[in-house]
């Protein structure tokens, strides 16, 4: 062994430091990865195709759903989301479990929250989901994506309970899905980012933050009247956002009409057969794609529930 060798490995001669940021480092020893806001170009997301586990469904409640899918009508609907993401120009990521998983894994945006570092990994709130993170742990590892944190003790958070209003403040909302410990625990990690986090409380039966308020553009986001936490109105308005309200709460409830997804600046992927609210969104300015996932909200969830975001465009 040479002297320059010895030297370099107790910090001689030869020591090179690791002196940039781990932020720096996404995209070269990291895959690129990286989410600091709702409304910018959206470039990966990770989703699961439901597979097995939905055959074996045979108490809607017991999966905490509102009706068993039809399996095969349930993976079309899934299979033409993504198809209209891969459209839009966004590329789509499969998690494939090695075995069959328990039947909400297609819900990936509970899974996790994107920071511009990282995943934040989430700790589903019912026993029912338990051990859904573990699924989605092994494909970041094997994407190479940073796990910043993974929610601890009896701390539970969902990734849906977490939103970037500004590129230093992140909603963070508490009830069912998230309690106190799970977000002191995010809050924690998010502050060592310099991010501030306004933690709100969710009314009885909000299943989670995404259900009650939308971004749709660095200035505008659409909420749910009768859901939305006054507290997070007053964030986005102290934030020069304008804030609109959706028309039409039928529409909400049975066709998911605010469960969309931001493809860019006022440009959404929404569920069709929602008229009015689409009509209402389109004289807005806002560019709405559709496609019918009907079959899938019989499992309580909609586009923004099955999709883990992974990156927009400026982030890193």
Known sequence: MSKIARDAAHGGAGWSPRVVSLRQEIGRFWAACGVANEWA????VLMHRPGREIETITDANDALMLAVPQAALARHQHDRLVAAYRDAGVTVLY?????MPPPNLMFVADLLFMTPE???LARPASDVRAGEERFVARKLAELGIPILRCIRGKGV?????ASWIASDTVILGTGLRTNDEGATQVTSLLHEMGVEVVRVGLPYGAMHLMGTFRVVDQDLAICWRNRIPYATVKALRER???VVFIPDEEEAIRG???NFVTLGPQQILMP???????????HMGIKCVTVEVNELHKAAGGIGCLTGILKRKSSN
Do not use: C, W
């Open 41 to 44: 170009p959206l470039k990966t």
């Open 95 to 99: 998690i494939e479990p090695h075995n």
């Open 118 to 120: 990282g995943v934040i």
């Open 157 to 161: 958070f969902e990734g849906a309970d």
């Open 240 to 242: 020069r956002y304008t």
């Open 256 to 258: 998911m009409a605010l």
């Open 272 to 282: 069709s057969g929602n008229p009015k609210t689409q009509s209402f969104y389109e």
